[in-house]
Structure formats: structure tokens, C-alpha cells
């Protein structure tokens, strides 16, 4: 069983910063990429940010000035930099990692999401 669980949510001013962190647990070979999406209220979930398991990454053109994506292979945890939050950057956020098993085709696993509120 594989688990994703971030944290680093919560309310912050417009203009401020947040650093979200997802950590990867259980049984697996290895993670290959590993990305950020997020959902506001109404809309669709949109992809982020991506990183490659050699850390290769891509961001969304709204976010790419603004947010870094990075990871820690030996902790399997991804990390995103959020800075010069706006309020439109209000939504939950998810973690999502291909996750190669012992046997078996890669799988997607997902987070349960944190809350990312920006106040203006």
C-alpha cells in the first residue's frame, strides 16, 4: 500500500508565501514523476507543476514565476514553493506520484489534498 500525505496548508495573506510538502510511505520500487494540482471551487483540478524522478520540471504559465517545484529522493517528498500568493491561487491542493511496484505496472497514487486559502 503506498500513501501520499502533504501538509503545509493553510490561510495566508495575498503577496505571501506557502511551502507544501508531500511524503511518500510503503512498499514500492521506485517513484518516477511526481506533481502538484489543485481544485478550486467550481472548477476542474489543473496540473500545476511536475517533477521528473532526475529533476527535469514543467509549470503551468500562470505558475511558473511565482512557484517552484522540487524533491528529495531519499525522503521521497515533493515540495512546492508557492510565492506572491494571490487570491486566485485559493483551492486544495494535491500531490500525485507514479509509483512503480515490485510486479506491477506503475499506478497513480494521490494525496488527500490540503487547503490553500489566500485572504486579499
Known amino acids: 500500500q503506498v500513501q501520499l500525505v502533504e501538509s503545509g496548508g493553510g490561510l495566508v495573506q495575498a503577496g505571501g508565501s506557502l511551502r507544501l510538502s508531500c511524503a511518500a510511505s510503503g512498499s514500492f520500487v521506485s517513484i518516477n514523476p511526481m506533481r502538484w494540482y489543485r481544485q478550486a471551487p467550481g472548477k476542474q483540478r489543473e496540473l500545476v507543476a511536475t517533477?521528473?524522478?532526475?529533476?527535469?520540471?514543467n509549470y503551468a504559465d500562470s505558475m511558473k514565476d511565482r512557484f517552484t517545484i522540487s524533491r528529495d529522493n531519499a525522503k521521497n517528498t515533493v515540495f512546492l514553493q508557492m510565492n506572491s500568493l494571490k487570491p486566485e491561487d485559493t483551492a486544495v491542493y494535491y500531490c500525485?506520484?507514479?509509483?512503480?511496484?515490485?510486479?506491477?505496472?506503475?499506478?497513480?497514487?494521490w494525496g488527500q489534498g490540503t487547503q490553500v486559502t489566500v485572504s486579499s
Open positions: 517533477i521528473s524522478s532526475g529533476g527535469r520540471t
Open positions: 500525485n506520484a507514479e509509483v512503480q511496484l515490485r510486479r506491477l505496472p506503475a499506478s497513480d497514487y
